[in-house]
């Protein structure tokens, strides 16, 4: 009957729609993302910490673009009395292989001399891409507060016996 032949239409062409579109959405959806564009964030742009602590937090970088990018990165400025490096979760490095449309991380690590003394410190984290169409950098401030005076506890387990 005519009814059947109409209804079986409307399904083919209803069919052939959902198929049809994932892949012509996905191609659209990629031609609209630039060729290249990449940006680094610093996790924590500000943080603070008692005196003799360390600092360590990530650094993001977001390709945003259609190519795989390889970036130098690297501790610009930092304070008189601190150490600081950019590391992986076991390597000291100096770039990162960020795919497209993908995100990356590394840590910044600080650790502060002996000595220093409560008050603001800035660190400066640069970046850019081997062929240096992209130069990014971050600023880091810590500020680092005096002792309160009291006992700390230890961290871990603690024991009582009898």
């Known amino acids: 009957p005519k009814s059947t032949q109409n209804f079986l239409i409307i399904f ?8 049809i579109p994932a892949s012509t959405f996905a191609a659209a959806e990629a031609e609209k993302k630039p060729e290249r564009a990449i940006v ?11 005196k003799d602590e360390d600092v360590s937090m990530d650094i993001i970088f977001h390709n945003k673009g259609r190519k ?7 501790v610009a400025e930092k304070p008189k009395g601190w150490q600081a490096k950019i590391k992986t979760y076991r390597y000291t490095v100096s770039g ?20 220093v003394k409560p008050g603001e410190y800035q660190f400066r984290i640069n970046a850019r891409t081997l062929d240096g169409e992209f130069r990014m950098s971050k600023i880091v401030k810590i500020k680092v507060t005096a002792d309160d005076g009291k006992a ?6 603690k ?4």
């Open 68 to 74: 795989d990018e390889d970036v130098e990165v690297w």
């Open 40 to 50: 680094m964030a610093a996790e924590y742009p500000g943080v603070q910490i008692a």
């Open 159 to 162: 024991l009582t016996t009898s």
């Open 12 to 19: 083919l062409v209803f069919l052939g729609l959902m198929l």
């Open 152 to 157: 700390k506890e230890p961290k871990g387990v």
């Open 96 to 115: 990162v292989h960020v795919p497209s449309a993908d995100d990356k991380s590394l840590t910044f690590e600080a650790d502060p001399d002996e000595g």
